[in-house]
């Protein structure tokens, strides 16, 4: 089991920032390719962000290209999303998951851990 805990979350004005963290207890967490997610109300929860075991490789959504940036520090068991230009579309509660292969690490089903989330919200 890969327990996972999310803080960071809050209220910010657009242009704003924001740093989440997602910290794993449990299982190593060097086994685990790392991904946020993200669900707004009505929505389904959608890709954002995803960091491979090593940190070495990443992929990002299109809609927060340029704006957000994953990392990770394997000797904390904690993954990092700083997300800078803070824009309305952006307000939904963020979730860390984690999963063992790279292969299909976009999609929520094909991950084994989820933290509980962390509210963000953009202000017009």
């Known amino acids: 089991q890969v327990q996972l805990v999310e803080s960071g979350g809050g209220l910010v004005q657009t242009g704003g920032s924001l740093r989440l963290s997602c910290a794993a207890s449990?299982?190593?967490?060097?086994?685990?390719?790392m991904g946020w997610f993200r669900q707004a109300p009505g929505k389904e929860r959608e890709f954002v962000v995803a960091i491979s075991r090593d940190g070495t490789s990443t992929l990002y959504a299109d809609s927060v290209k340029g704006r957000f940036t994953i990392s990770r520090d394997n000797a904390k068991n904690t993954v990092y999303l700083q997300m800078n230009s803070l824009k309305p579309d952006d307000t939904a509660v963020y979730y860390c998951?984690?999963?063992?292969?790279?292969?299909?690490?976009?999609?929520?089903?094909?991950?084994?851990?989820w933290g509980q989330g962390t509210q963000v919200t953009v202000s017009s």
């Open positions: 449990g299982r190593t967490f060097s086994n685990y390719h």
């Open positions: 998951a984690a999963k063992e292969l790279w292969a299909g690490i976009t999609a929520p089903k094909y991950y084994n851990y």
